[in-house]
Every structure is written in C-alpha cells, then in structure tokens.
C-alpha cells in the first residue's frame, strides 16, 4: 500500500511495512523482504473471547515470492499500520501460520494467496503443552506463573506501576502489573486481576492459552468484582486476566472514546472530529426474546448434582434467583452497582414470569470427595454458584448487545469502554439520549479491516444496564484533546 498524501482522510490507513522473517533469521537481515505494496487487503481481530491477537493479509504475488523464497508457514511478518485519523500507528511482531485461497491469474501473470498471522509471543507459546497441578495458589498467582514459563519464556517481568501524570493511566484497586520485555513485547503489559481464594486444580495437558482459559471459567472474583466471568484475552497493548468489572472500572478510572451516531454525517474537511467520532452504522440485532430468556434460565436456574463416588443424585430445592442472589455481585458499564431499576423487564413482570417451575435446569457430574483437611479452595465445590452467576450474567449482558460500524480509528480496542450518544427516535423535538441504545459500552470484539488504503472498524459491544442513558461519573476523552502520533508497539 503506497503511501498517499494529501488532504485529511480519517478512513485512510496504510501498511507501511511488512518485512518476512524467515525462520532463524532476525528482524533487519537484508535477505528479508518487505511485501507492503504487495497486500491488497488486511484485517486484524481482537475479541475478549480469544486468547489471541491474530488477522490476514491478502497478497499479490507478481514476483513469484511464494514459490522462489519460499513462504513455508514458518516465517514472522512483523507489520507497521498507520491510520490517519489520529495518526495511530501499530508495529506487530506476528508469525504466519497457514497460506490458503491459492489463485493463479489466467494470463499467468501473477498469484493472490492469503496470509494468516497470530502475534508471535502467542504463536510461541501455542507450540508447548502440559500436565500440571496446584494445591492452594490462588487463580491471579497460577496465571502469573503460567505466563512467565509458557510466554515469558522463564524470564522475570518486571512490576509495572503507571504515573497517571507519564502514562494517563489508572489501574483499578487490587491490579497486578508487568512490563513485558520479550523481543516482539516492547511496550506491552501483562495485566491480572488479583484473586483471594486459594485453588487446587489439576490441569489436563492443554496449551498455555487453553490452560489459562481452565482457570478462568472455575475463577470466583473478589468483592468489589465477584460478579462475571473472568477473560483472558490479548489485544495491541498486551494480555489480560480480568473481570468485566475491572474493564467497567478501568474505564471508568482512565475515561474512553466517545462516539455518536446520526442520520447525517458532514464530509466537510472542517468538520474532522465529527467525522472521527461518528458511527456510520449501529443496530441492535436482538431486542428481547423472552421466550429465550425463560428457556435458558435468565432469571432463575436449578442445580441437579450427580455425585458419581456416592452413587446418588441430589436435587437442590432452592432456585437460584438473579434478583435476589446474584444482582448486588453485578456492576453495571458505569462501574456502579447493578440495578433492577434499569433492567429490560419489569419488576413485576420478572416475579410473575420467570418462577422455581421454569427455571432452567442444569446437571453437574460430581466425581471426587468433600475435602474438609485444607483451607485450599477447591473450585468443584463452588460449581453451582457457577454455573447459576455465569448463566445470569450472560443473558443480561447479551441483551444489550449492540454492532457499530465506523472509518478509520485503529486505536479502538477489545475491553475498551467507549461512550455512544444517539438521540431518541421520536416526533418530539428533544434532544436527549436514547436511553436504551445510548451509554457506556464494553467493546468486546473490534475487526479493522483495510482495502484499497481505507479501514473500516466494526465494533461488537455490550452495556450492563439496558434502561440507563448512561449516567457517567467517570471521565472522559475530548476527541479534540487527541494529540497525534499515538503509538503502539509489539
């Protein structure tokens, strides 16, 4: 992608550089070779759902770089990406794992292929596996310990502890941080939620990614993040193991991007922060499905637990109810406490609606023995808190899930906390927000896809409180304040 200048484009964003590494060689070495003006298109995903930052690269080969250097699907590719909007440039240190869409052009002039690429610390990282155990660590420490053998490759990480007034960067209470130092990391953290309950668990050899994730769907969350499930995700900054509410409440703390989204959007060069920080397209794609809501326990949930060493199978009478046991654990996109008040339902209409004889049913095959001789916490025991809490949370935060399209803006994130405004689709002539489709969302997954020089950004978000307009006692980011040359490294 050849670079272009010229009047403002917000949507413009070039590849730089694309240097192949080959395997052994090293960054720089002058038999590498730069295949930036060869990608035609190129996308890059990052989701709270995935452990790994990863992407593509469309290419055309008119030099016969595929068969003559050749690309085996062992090579690093380490990327620079400009955006132009707010001059936001990426370097990525990626490794190329599969070479597929093979097309030879009938005058045989030339091949298009696509590049498959993950960053390179997970690719690494993805080559090891193991059996291993813990007897009374907690989730925060196995984590950290994990990291350090299986990404870090053995090697101490330094503690990191911003300077708001250096960084513009705020960690919420309880947070354990590290300065990444692996070649490929520069610039990058590593950021735990700290845990208090002591586990023992056996893990059963999976890959460090998969490993971490076991820990994560069997982590109880300390007060005042005891509600959701924990994620362990990578994105441009680094890796992360924490709860939604550590990202509600890092937003809070550090503020976020804001955006807006109306009928009009003013292509005036004067008029480039509107531009920056509008929406092209944003939709809702389910409302409500209360019928779904009743079939997959939203509101109530049952535990039958077969206990296979006893041979019987217990029956728990108690409901677990979302109101009464579990929305005071709950934090909304605010970073408040959650509330019935903003809830999609009535209150009366959850009482009436969703009772102990609908509630969903779920089954926990029980194979191993009350452990009363140590304090360590043996995460099977709270299983059906578990499966109760995440089942809750889950079906509320999908009810506000909302997808929202906009050019350029590399710097958005998954786990960012951004801030849309939309006004209410009414006759009336007011001017506030809708408050169902307006407020403070968890951005959890961003795609950036770039063709033809112009990246198109689609975010899929979520907010904890379907009713709020966004009621907002934390900061936030002037788009006007934005200095140029925001950068990001790995």
Same mark, same amino acid.
Request: hydrophobic share 35%.
């Given at each position: ?40 298109a ?25 068969e ?6 062992? @090579?690093?590719i ?7 909007? #707010? ?12 070479i597929?869409d093979?097309d030879i ?9 696509t ?8 690719y @690494? ?11 009374g ?20 990480? @330094?503690?990191y ?10 960690l919420p209470?309880?947070t ?9 990391d ?27 994730q ?17 994620r ?31 009928a ?7 008029d ?9 397209q ?6 409500v ?21 006893k041979?019987n ?52 095959i029980r ?16 299983? !059906? ?12 935060s999908?009810?506000?899930?909302v ?6 803006? #590399?710097?958005?994130?998954?786990g960012?906390?951004? !801030?849309?405004n939309?006004?209410s ?13 307006s407020?403070r ?20 978000m ?13 900061k936030?980011?002037?788009? @006007? ?7 990001a490294?790995?």
């Open positions: 992608m050849a670079d272009q200048k010229g009047a403002f484009n917000p949507s413009r964003c070039e590849i730089t550089s694309a240097e192949i590494v080959p395997f052994g060689k090293m960054v720089g070495d002058k038999s590498n070779i730069n295949i930036a003006d060869m990608i035609a190129f996308s890059m995903h990052t989701a709270l759902n995935k452990s790994a930052l990863h992407g593509k690269c469309d290419v055309y080969d008119a030099i016969g770089i595929l003559n250097f050749p690309l085996r699907g062992e @090579e690093e380490h990327l620079t990406i400009k955006a132009f909007d #707010l001059q936001t440039e990426l370097e990525l240190a990626c490794f190329i794992y599969k597929d093979l052009r009938k005058d045989q002039n030339g091949l298009s292929y590049l498959h690429w993950v960053s390179k610390t997970s @690494e990282a993805s080559r090891r596996s193991f059996i291993t155990s813990f007897n660590k907690t989730s925060s420490k196995i984590v950290e310990d994990l990291f350090k053998k299986y990404y870090h490759g053995g090697v101490g990480m @330094e503690p502890t911003p300077s708001f007034a250096k960084n513009k960067e705020e209470e309880g354990k941080a590290f300065r990444l130092g692996k070649l490929g520069k610039g990058r953290y590593l950021y735990i939620e700290k845990t208090e309950h002591p586990m023992q668990l056996t893990i059963p050899d999976l890959s460090p990614a998969q490993a971490i076991f820990v994560a769907r069997r982590t109880w969350g300390m007060e005042p993040n005891a509600g959701s499930s924990f362990w995700f990578e994105n441009v900054n680094g890796f992360y193991f924490v709860s939604d509410e550590w990202l509600y409440e890092y937003g809070k703390l550090n503020g976020g991007l804001q955006f807006q989204y109306g009009f959007i003013s292509l005036d060069a004067e480039a922060i509107e531009q920056m920080t509008s929406l092209s944003f939709g809702n794609p389910l409302r499905d209360t019928g779904n809501q009743i079939q997959e326990g939203a509101y109530k949930v049952k535990i039958i637990e077969v206990d296979i060493l041979q199978i217990t029956d728990y009478s108690h409901s677990f109810d979302y109101q009464k046991d579990f929305l005071n654990k709950f934090r909304d996109s605010t970073g408040n406490k959650a509330t019935i008040k903003n809830d999609i339902h009535t209150e009366d209409f959850i009482k009436k609606t969703f009772t102990d004889e609908n509630a969903k049913r779920f089954m926990i194979d191993y023995k009350d452990d009363t001789s140590s304090k360590a916490f043996k995460s099977e025991t709270n299983f !059906r808190n578990l499966v109760a809490q995440r089942t809750f949370y889950r079906m509320h999908l009810a506000t899930s997808v929202g399209v906009t050019d350029g803006r #590399l710097d958005v994130k998954a960012d906390v951004v !801030r849309i939309t006004l689709k009414n006759i009336s002539s007011d001017k506030e927000d809708n408050p169902q489709i407020g969302f968890l951005v959890t997954s961003v795609d950036n896809d770039v063709e033809n020089g112009e990246l198109k950004t689609v975010m899929s979520f907010k904890y409180d379907w009713s709020d307009a966004g009621d907002d006692d934390g936030r980011t002037d788009p @006007e304040k934005s200095k140029p040359g925001l950068q490294r790995f």
